[in-house]
Every structure is written in C-alpha cells, then in structure tokens.
C-alpha cells in the first residue's frame, strides 16, 4: 500500500464511527494482497515449486494458454506444470505487472509475462490476464489467468517486404531504347524509391522517379510516379499467392489526357522480372498488350 493510501486510509478510520475501513482502503489492501501474490507466483515458480504455483489456484481455477486451450481445475494445471519443468528445467518466468483494479468481487491484474531459459534466453513474451477472487479462507486466488500473444503492431516497412526483391539495379533494353531501373529503401525504410532513366536510341533521356508506400486506409500497397516532364501516375499493387504483383495503375499525361492499364510483375529468378501490361487505354484508345523481361544489372567493374 502507497503511503498515499495509508494517509488516506488513517483519515478516514479516524471520520468513520466504529473504525470501519472505508472503500478506499478496501480497495488499497486487496490491491497490496494480489500484487504480493503476483510477487510469489513468480519467485514459486523459478523454484519450481509446482505445488505453491498450484495452489494459488481456486480448486476450479482455469488457466487458458495463448492458443486458447483451457486447463480447468487444479489436477489438469499441475500436470501441465509438471510436464512443462520436465521438458524445461530451469526455465524463468518474469512478470511485468501494469495494472491491478478491483471490479466488483474480483481483483483483476494485467501485465505482461517473459519466459527465459536457464541459460537467460528470452523464449516467449505473452500478455496476460489474471482474474483473482476471495476463497473461503479470506485468501486471495487465481480463478483464471489467460495469455494473449502479444504482437507487436505491423510497421510500413513490414507491409513492404514481400516487394524487397526490387532492391538493386536493373535494366531492360528494347529496339525503341534502354531504361534504368534502381529501387532503395528510403531512410527511415517505410518506402521504396523507384528512379526510372529511359534512354532513346538516339540518346535522349528521360526520367521518373517513384514512390511506393503503405496505405493503411485503404489497407494496401499504392505507389506514385511522377515523370519530369510532368505526367504523373498512381497505383494499387496488390500482392498475389505466387507472389507476383498486380498493379491497377492510372496516369496523368502532360497534355492532359489519361491512361489506365493493369500491369502484372512477376519475378522469374533473383535476377529477373517480368512486367506484363494488359487493358491498357491511353487517352480513350485501346492498346495492344505488351510483355517485357527486366534483367538486375551486373555489378560495375571493380565493385
């Protein structure tokens, strides 16, 4: 108990007829107990003291593991303890205890519990909830302690990596020119950077860059590309199970026209792609498709 708690609780025995505890002080002490408790069913069970561990337990006690499955009672959660130590000897537990509140009959404890091996290695970290009740005897027990598998929040660079493969330098060369292709992460990783120099037979150039980023609104991967000539375009890539990509893309032209075309990439090997274009209408004329190879680019002499 705080020492907050005890001034307020001295207060207000002091202001109550008959020294009756008020509330808060209830409250105060059965939050002390449980955490007490939370203090001992740890130090119980880095001794593997099955026995103590269960016996905190009401007798109809539940314990529910990450996966759902419920052990009832405390015959089923010393067989599981039992054979969890065996498997296990010398394994740890740490508990993080957040929060302890009183709810009604019923003291509940949240935190998050770390299991290491005997040598120090971290094996799992799960949530969990503890629900503790008054048995008989006054004490303070475990009527059900659950995990909850605590994954942490998918990050943009994470929804990125089934399109890593990109990084590098590639290049594709045809009768109407040459375009360079270099993908990178951008600094803080939660993009790709696409720059996109074409190169025509007679030596004219022009280039592009592009962003690809995730969209958590809509709930997918969408990328920008601008031209330096001004056109710009956008695109929803959505990932398939063969783990090509489809692209629904449309652009804006220079002079003001639009384009709109489904492109398919697809990596053959680590050093090949195919970018396939299909449904492809520029400026309201139907365009044939189209099917090119794009190649990674070989490392520069001497690197």
Not at 88 to 115: H, N
Not at 192 to 200: A, I, P, R, S, V
Request: proline letters at 5%.
């Amino acid at each position: 108990m705080t020492g907050r708690m005890r001034v307020l609780c001295l207060v207000g025995w002091m202001a109550v007829a008959g020294w009756a505890a008020p509330a808060v002080c209830q409250e105060a002490a059965a939050v002390d107990a449980v955490r007490k408790n939370a203090e001992k069913r740890e130090k119980s069970f880095n001794a593997a003291q099955v026995d103590e561990v269960v016996g905190m337990f009401m007798p109809q006690g539940e314990l529910i593991d990450e996966e759902g499955v419920v052990y009832k009672g405390q015959a089923e959660i010393k067989s599981l303890l039992t054979a969890f130590f065996e498997r296990f000897p010398g394994a740890k537990l740490s508990l993080d205890v957040e929060s302890i509140r009183l709810v009604g009959p019923v003291a509940i404890e949240e935190g998050t519990r770390t299991m290491s091996s005997a040598e120090g290695d971290v094996q799992s970290r799960f949530r969990y909830i503890a629900v503790w009740a008054k048995a008989d005897e006054g004490q303070w027990r475990l009527a059900s302690f659950r995990d909850f598998v605590d994954d942490p929040v998918p990050t943009p660079h994470d929804y990125l990596q089934p399109l890593a493969w990109l990084v590098g330098d590639w290049v594709n060369e045809g009768t109407d020119g040459k375009v360079a292709v270099s993908y990178r992460w951008s600094d803080d990783r939660n993009y790709l950077l696409g720059e996109f120099n074409f190169t025509t037979p007679e030596g004219v150039e022009r280039k592009s860059t592009q962003r690809l980023g995730w969209d958590p609104a809509k709930g997918k991967i969408r990328a920008w590309l601008f031209d330096a000539d001004g056109g710009f375009a956008e695109g929803d890539w959505t990932i398939v199970d063969d783990g090509s990509v489809v692209v629904k893309s449309s652009s804006v032209n220079p002079d003001g026209s639009t384009s709109t075309a489904t492109l398919t990439i697809t990596p053959t090997d680590d050093d090949h792609y195919t970018i396939a274009g299909t449904d492809r209408i520029v400026g309201g004329v139907l365009e044939p498709d189209f099917e090119i190879t794009v190649a990674r680019r070989p490392p520069a002499a001497g690197n």
